[in-house]
């Protein structure tokens, strides 16, 4: 079954500590993308990736890094200078033809 | 740049109603538009489609409709069942050539369903 697969489904995160949101694909899509999304409110760009080894800040990426070191892989970090860190986070992928595709979602929680 | 306006919610229905879910963009060039549906919980999921002018996505009784001229992709369904209960997305995505194209979304409306 193909598709994209985030982990955890839940995570929680003290202060001043940084966590990594997992993001897989087995769709063989070259770009992938992490939203975050806050009641009330539309999805918002974080970060996305067109292709391996490469990836650009989206609209909000102040607090988060990523990497792209794999073609199925996107792990999202979360670190300590993202001071409102609560909301659930969506990872998605696209063949370049506009379309996305979403993962399941990870909620983090601040404890 | 780039925005899409829906209208505001929350939207209840009985079962069986006609639904009307406005959505209007501003964009350069020519952008695809797209419904995404979000159930409780779950990411989102791709309900339809149109990648120019004039063209109708439809799927599970949703249909919509690009229209350039009044720069629209309004959702209707014509019987709501409780099982449509959800958060609907309209969006658009930028269509640069030679580019995986960057989706900008509405802020979603929350659908509920009366049985």
């Known amino acids: 079954d193909g598709g994209i697969t985030q982990s955890p489904k839940y995570l929680f995160r003290k202060e001043g500590q940084n966590v990594t949101l997992s993001c897989e694909q087995n769709?063989?899509?070259?770009?992938m993308y992490w939203y975050r999304q806050d009641p009330g409110q539309g999805l918002r760009l974080i970060y996305y990736?067109?292709?391996?080894?490469?990836?650009q800040k989206g609209d909000i990426a102040e607090g988060y890094s990523v990497s792209r070191e794999k073609k199925e892989s996107f792990p999202l970090t979360v670190t300590s200078a993202q001071k409102n860190p609560t909301a659930f986070y969506l990872c998605a992928s696209s063949t370049g033809q506009g379309t996305q595709y979403f993962g399941p979602g990870t909620r983090l929680l601040v404890l | 740049g780039n925005s899409v306006t829906q209208m505001e919610g929350p939207v209840t229905l009985s079962e069986e109603a006609f639904l009307t879910i406005n959505c209007t963009y501003t964009?350069?060039?020519?952008?695809?538009l797209f419904w995404y549906v979000q159930y409780p919980g779950e990411g989102l999921q791709l309900l339809l489609k149109a990648t120019k002018a004039d063209d109708k996505g439809s799927n599970k009784g949703f249909e919509a409709t690009y229209r350039k001229e009044t720069t629209s992709f309004h959702l209707e369904k014509g019987s709501v069942q409780v099982s449509d209960s959800a958060v609907y997305f309209c969006?658009?995505?930028?269509?640069?050539?030679?580019?995986?194209?960057?989706?900008?979304f509405g802020k979603g409306i929350t659908l509920s369903v009366r049985p």
């Open positions: 969006a658009l995505s930028d269509n640069y050539t030679g580019a995986n194209s960057k989706l900008t």
């Open positions: 769709l063989n899509h070259d770009a």
């Open positions: 990736s067109q292709i391996v080894n490469d990836f």
């Open positions: 964009a350069t060039g020519y952008p695809s």
